[in-house]
């Protein structure tokens, strides 16, 4: 992170929260915006049967938790935006209740939705990586339809042509 800054950086998206020790310190004194992403587990371990009693409680009380420390910290609510971590520690079905609970898991901060080609929509269409275009770009929609504020995607061009077209006809021209 400290190295990221150094060279202009103005965004960190930390998948662990800024759970580490050294990460709130190395931000605090910053103006970069921080995305507070949930995972369970670790990369390494990640998707070794990920398991919650209630996927979108946990998530959001893990998300709750980090923008509370941040907030002990002295960051300023204005810098944080959510993630929910789409496949981060998540089987399908926790993916999916976590995608149609998007409104719940915000907090009142702006949420990044990351589904664009993941796994959860290969096994979702049963098409690998490089045939999941129009996949994520459903999914997109979607999740700006339940609250995304941010997208992190692969077709930008694609994405936001169907934005437009969603957009448009989710309002009134005359």
Known sequence: MKAALAVGADLINDISGLSDPEALPAVVATSCGLCLMHM???PGTMQQQPAYADVVAEVAGFLAERVAACRRAGIADERLLLDPGFGFGKTLAHNLELFRHLPQLGGGFPLLVGVSRKSMLGAITGKPVEERLAASVAA???????GAA?????????TRDALAVWAAMECDID
């Open 140 to 146: 997109a929609v979607l999740a700006v339809q339940r």
């Open 150 to 158: 941010i997208l992190r995607v692969h077709d930008v061009a694609a």
């Open 40 to 42: 369970q587990g670790t």
